[in-house]
């Protein structure tokens, strides 16, 4: 269960939950329709199972597909979503539900949270990094050109279904990915969470479901914890530790481009991997810890350094797309800075001399 101020909803994990997602919808609706949004990948993989379930439970229901990729969270795929709803007579109580990765996620909750001032959601991702992190908590958005989430609404689904059996169909180079957001939530604040990772990864990225599903249920259960007291990020120790990592991740991303070349999970294990090399620079967290975070993103072959990117990469550059990042505030940066595994805390304090000598350390030019 996810309990926040005025909501609560239940986040379901487990094999084969997607062929009875009719069945677990129907106690939530007020009409016997919905609205599925679903990449083309997904949907090809997975619609039909949906579909048959929801015919089973007499729920009918309109499909509208969109394009696999980054590049879909964006102003001119969220038009074309909330031109189709509304084209296709969406109402007030009609459930958009989300099949798919944190990609149409993040886009379909935005649309349901804006078409008609708001309809119901449900989140079923498809993803390891969705399961574990973007489906709960209710961010919803799209990028723009100038970054990434940078225009959304924080908009809570009505349930969430994670069937982990949906990953065996993910290219491992996501899985892994997404395993990085689960070694992220282990390295804010749950070191025991880190050193369960360090033992059962490889039996995590070789789809064992005893020990996926339970990664699942405890990265869930993490972000649970933290949003149940922050849930629209006011509080310096509250949500806003989410985004270690993601400062810089996110200008990794923004540099190299939303076309494959990074994934958004591994641009998050390198971030995380800068932020511990930048705090042990500033002497403020023990070398063995920086190294033993690294060793555990080498060990599943994420990027830990710089230099582990094909492409040269200017600090000067990367600097600069920091500036537009969300975490700045009276225009000082605001980072989540470590004291060790598990010992996170905010500060504004990071200045740009600092960086620019953890990035050409590190190998950018
Ligand atoms: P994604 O949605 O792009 O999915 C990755 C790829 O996997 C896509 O090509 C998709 O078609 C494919 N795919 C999805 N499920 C599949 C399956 N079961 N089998 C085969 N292929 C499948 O990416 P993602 O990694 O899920 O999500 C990344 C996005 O999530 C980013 O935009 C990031 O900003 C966002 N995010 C949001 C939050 C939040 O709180 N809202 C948190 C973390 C990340
Ligand atoms: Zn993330």
Not at 229 to 258: I, V
Not at 281 to 293: A, H, S, Y
């Amino acid at each position: 269960p996810i309990q926040l101020s005025n909501t609560k909803y239940n986040v379901l994990i487990g094999s084969q939950l997607l062929q009875q997602a009719g069945a677990l919808i129907t106690p939530i609706l007020s009409q016997k329709k919905v609205f599925i949004i679903a990449d083309e990948n997904v949907a090809a993989l997975h619609l039909q199972t949906l579909t048959n379930s929801l015919n089973i439970a007499q729920i009918d229901f309109e499909t509208i597909l969109i394009p696999p990729g980054e590049n879909t969270k964006s102003f001119k795929y969220f038009e074309q979503v909330i031109n189709q709803l509304l084209e296709k007579n969406v109402e007030r109580k009609t459930p958009i539900i989300a099949l798919g990765g944190g990609v149409t996620g993040d886009l379909s909750g935005f649309a349901a949270a804006t078409v008609l001032r708001g309809v119901p959601f449900i989140q079923i991702p498809t993803t390891l990094l969705s399961q574990v992190d973007s489906s709960v908590g209710g961010k919803t958005g799209i990028n723009t050109h100038t970054g990434k989430n940078l225009v959304g609404a924080f908009y809570q689904p009505q349930i969430v279904i994670a069937d982990t059996h949906t990953l065996n169909t993910l290219p491992q180079r996501e899985l892994v990915a997404g395993y990085a957001e689960i070694v992220k939530a282990g390295l804010i604040d749950d070191s025991e969470l880190f050193e369960w990772c360090e033992q059962y990864s490889q039996k995590i990225l070789s789809k064992d479901h005893q020990y996926l599903d339970e990664a699942v249920e405890r990265a869930c259960a993490f972000k649970a914890r933290i949003i149940k007291n922050d849930e629209f990020e006011q509080n310096s120790k509250g949500r806003n530790l989410l985004n270690l990592g993601h400062s810089l991740g996110h200008t990794l991303e923004a540099e190299l481009g939303y076309d494959g070349r990074i994934l958004h999970g591994e641009a998050v294990a390198l971030g995380c991997c800068l932020i511990f090399k930048l705090c042990t620079q500033l002497g403020i967290c023990p070398k063995e810890d920086t190294d033993r975070v690294l060793r555990h993103f080498q060990s599943v072959a994420l990027p830990t350094s710089i230099k582990d990117i094909d492409t040269p990469l200017k600090a000067s550059n990367l600097l600069q797309h920091l500036q537009h990042d969300k975490k700045v505030k009276d225009g000082k940066l605001l980072f989540i800075l470590v004291n060790g595994i598990g010992k996170t805390f905010t500060s504004q304090d990071v200045n740009e001399k600092d960086l620019l000598e953890l990035l050409i350390n590190d190998g950018c030019v």
